[in-house]
């Protein structure tokens, strides 16, 4: 998608992802709990490749393997990217995702937000426009901003971040599937062989059917 990261002005592009209503958690996750197999991802609303994983690769694995129940997915909002201070663009994006949650509007959020990148730490994400964006997705601004503002919030994306950084990630996107940690961007065939894997070790062993997941696609 050659819009990503791209230079924005006037009007926001609409992402044009709507996942179901039944696979989403109340929280970062879709996808059932139960599901074997739970993809965890960490990402930077200001990476550009995590914006192509979230934006193209995605709802491919949503399709193929959330839905019919074989993966849950698990989003980690860090914020690594940002030049710190209260402006820190990373900070405020990961703030506004927590934001985004108490309103039921996370992947909704999440969309909007990489879909309309504009730059690292160059305005793409200063707070009027995040707000802007925010509502672009279905947010109520008003909300949206206050909760910007809000302690527990903001510690929350300090304690992740925090966390991430313990854990030795200091490049986004980094994933892990089974526990086994993979860094960068992985296309939906490459990810889908990776989640095959584990759901068949997932399996119990006295199962010989076949997997019901539906073989990797790299279609956009």
């Known amino acids: ?64 393997y959330v839905t019919p129940g074989t993966l849950q997915i698990v989003h980690h909002d860090i914020a690594i990217l940002g030049r710190g ?54 947010l109520d601004g008003t909300q949206f901003n206050t909760c910007l503002d809000d302690a527990s919030a903001i510690q929350g994306v300090a304690d992740i971040s925090n966390k991430a950084l313990g854990m030795g990630i200091n490049s986004t996107p980094t994933m892990y599937i089974g526990g086994q940690q993979y860094v960068g961007l992985k296309s939906a065939q490459e990810l889908g062989a990776l989640i095959e894997a584990a759901a068949a070790s997932a399996a119990p062993a006295s199962s010989a059917a076949p997997s019901t997941a539906a073989s990797p696609s790299t279609a956009p």
């Open 1 to 64: 998608m050659n819009q990503l990261g791209g230079k924005v002005s006037g009007t926001f592009k609409d992402p044009a992802i709507a996942y179901p209503a039944s696979l989403i958690e109340t929280d970062h996750r879709i996808g059932s709990p139960d599901a074997p197999v739970t993809l965890e991802v960490y990402e930077d609303f200001q990476c550009p490749i995590c914006a192509e994983y979230s934006l193209s690769v995605e709802p491919i694995l949503v399709s193929q």
């Open 85 to 138: 201070g209260a402006d820190d663009e990373s900070k405020l994006a990961a703030t506004g995702a927590t934001c985004a949650v108490n309103q039921g509007k996370y992947w909704d959020y999440a969309h909007w937000v990489y879909n309309n990148q504009d730059g690292e730490n160059q305005g793409g994400f200063r707070r009027e426009r995040l707000v802007a964006i925010a509502e672009a997705a279905g």
